[in-house]
């Protein structure tokens, strides 16, 4: 699946065509230092996830249909409601790519505007963050592709293709109270978790949660716009995501 993912990459950038990795499989390949951790912790893949622009939309179809994939048609009709495609190997239905177009819209929404052209394979480490921490229920997956991702990269303000450019994450969670109150909450639970996964070694533990403490500590810190304060005040009582169709 790894290979299948690297070689679609490979063929979308020969042709200039715009297709970057998320999901597991781009954690694997931004964390090479830990990917082992994932094997350990028996992280298993499922599918080929991509972003891509709409407005690529016609030269991915057509890059994927060379490369042996198919849709459905009532798929194509959900694609220009939900903002994602799925395709199938012709020649192997195990395989399965799934394309979000613009954004990720599932519980909140990531927004892939200029950003995809920041990184390649993968879209930039922060999206690969907010990917997780925009989950509401969060799995066990989840957790762990968050967990290895945190040990090998740390958050800071500015553009690093190999740190986790904060900017975006600190714009959303001190405009949107509900973005803030779930990726708060999931990083306080990724750090009740830590503790359960005695592969790392206590030093590994302490960088993780130290990162993710700072983490918190710049949400708080962080001046929150008027919307904000005024939808803290209603808090977790009133729903503050939308439901994954």
């Not at 290979?3 to 063929?11: D, G, K, Q, T």
């Not at 830990?34 to 599918?47: A, C, E, G, I, W």
């Not at 490369?67 to 903002?83: D, E, M, N, R």
């Not at 177009?101 to 990184?119: A, G, K, P, Q, V």
Request: charged fraction near 30%.
């Amino acid at each position: 699946m790894i290979e299948e993912a690297n070689r679609i990459v490979r063929r979308a950038n020969e042709k200039g065509v715009i297709m970057r990795l998320l999901g597991s499989i781009a954690f694997r390949i931004h964390c090479p230092k830990y990917v082992s951790y994932l094997d350990k912790m028996d992280r298993q893949l499922t599918d080929v996830d991509f972003a891509s622009y709409s407005n690529e939309r016609s030269k991915v179809e057509k890059l994927l249909d060379e490369l042996g994939y198919t849709t459905q048609s009532y798929l194509l009709v959900a694609a220009a409601q939900f903002g994602r495609s799925i395709y199938w190997k012709k020649d192997d239905k195990r395989l399965r790519a799934d394309i979000f177009w613009d954004r990720l819209s599932m519980n909140h929404t990531i927004d892939f505007n200029r950003r995809l052209e920041l990184d390649s394979p993968t879209v930039p480490l922060s999206e690969l963050l907010q990917e997780k921490l925009q989950i509401v229920h969060l799995n066990m997956k989840d957790v762990k592709d968050t967990i290895v991702l945190l040990l090998e990269h740390e958050a800071k303000e500015n553009n690093d293709k190999e740190s986790i450019e904060l900017s975006p994450i600190l714009r959303n969670a001190t405009t949107d109270w509900g973005y803030y109150y779930t990726f708060s909450t999931n990083l306080k639970k990724i750090q009740e978790h830590l503790q359960n996964f005695d592969m790392l070694a206590p030093d590994e533990k302490a960088t993780v949660n130290k990162r993710i403490t700072a983490m918190l500590e710049a949400f708080e810190a962080a001046p929150k716009s008027m919307k904000w304060k005024m939808r803290a005040k209603i808090g977790p009582s009133r729903k503050w995501y939308t439901e994954v169709q």
